[in-house]
Nanobody
Framework: QVQLVESEGGLVPAGDSLRLSCLAS????????MGWFRQVSGKEREFVGA????????KYGDSVKGRFTVSKDNAKNTVYLQMNSLKPEDTAVYYC????????????????????WGQGTQVTVSS
């Protein structure tokens, strides 16, 4: 059983940066691809970005490409989401997930493929 704990989000002005982290415990971290999703109340969970088990391959949602970066430190059992040039539409609850994928390119963007989830953390971007 893998437990995931996201760092605290926060309230930031538009244009600022924020880094989220997600600490994993209870499993072999370097087996897992890690993903970040976000959700606004009443809407489906949206894919933000993901990184494969080795940390060598990443994938991003169209709305965050060029602004957000996912990285993975297997020695620290931690995945990061660096968010730059934040916009009000980035406001959401952000979740990290972990999964063992046989086809990262296809599975990374699908929330149903992830086996474990963190509790979520609120990020609010003011205009």
């Amino acid at each position: 059983q893998v437990q995931l704990v996201e760092s605290e989000g926060g309230l930031v002005p538009a244009g600022d940066s924020l880094r989220l982290s997600c600490l994993a415990s209870g499993g072999t971290f370097n087996r897992y691809a890690m993903g970040w999703f976000r959700q606004v109340s009443g809407k489906e969970r949206e894919f933000v970005g993901a990184i494969d088990y080795s940390g060598s391959t990443t994938k991003y949602g169209d709305s965050v490409k060029g602004r957000f970066t996912v990285s993975k430190d297997n020695a620290k059992n931690t995945v990061y989401l660096q968010m730059n040039s934040l916009k009000p539409e980035d406001t959401a609850v952000y979740y990290c997930g972990a999964g063992v994928f046989y086809d990262f390119a296809t599975q990374a963007m699908g929330a149903l493929w992830y086996d474990y989830w963190g509790q979520g953390t609120q990020v609010t971007v003011s205009s």
